[in-house]
């Protein structure tokens, strides 16, 4: 088994940063595939974010395309989430999400518990 655990979720501004981590617990974190799903309220879980395990590919919701970062470093068992430019509209639960398939697009098998971010208008 794996376990995720989110973290650096808050309350930021309009415009504003924020960083968010998942640290993973399994030994063969290089392997899976790794991802950023975040639920608003009142509405379902959407894709945000995917990275392949080397970080060579990476995909974004066209939302925020050219705001969020996805980053991982597999040394440390860790994922990164760097949003800019943050709107109200991204206020979600956002949660990390790792996948045995071969794409950023295949199925995800395993999940954190979300961490809170709220945007301020």
């Known amino acids: 088994q794996v376990q995720l655990v989110e973290s650096g979720g808050g309350l930021v501004q309009a415009g504003g940063s924020l960083r968010l981590s998942c640290a993973a617990s399994?030994?063969?974190?290089?392997?899976?595939?790794m991802g950023w799903f975040r639920q608003g309220p009142g509405k379902e879980r959407e894709f945000v974010a995917g990275?392949?395990?080397?970080?060579?590919?990476?995909r974004y919701v066209d939302s925020v395309k050219g705001r969020f970062t996805i980053s991982r470093d597999n040394a440390k068992k860790t994922m990164y989430l760097q949003m800019n430019s943050l709107k109200a509209e991204d206020t979600a639960v956002y949660y990390c999400?790792?996948?045995?398939?071969?794409?950023?697009?295949?199925?995800?098998?395993?999940w954190g518990q979300g961490t809170q971010v709220t945007v301020s208008s």
């Open positions: 999400a790792a996948s045995t398939g071969r794409t950023i697009l295949s199925p995800y098998d395993y």
């Open positions: 399994g030994r063969t974190f290089s392997s899976y595939i």
């Open positions: 990275i392949t395990w080397s970080g060579s590919n990476t």
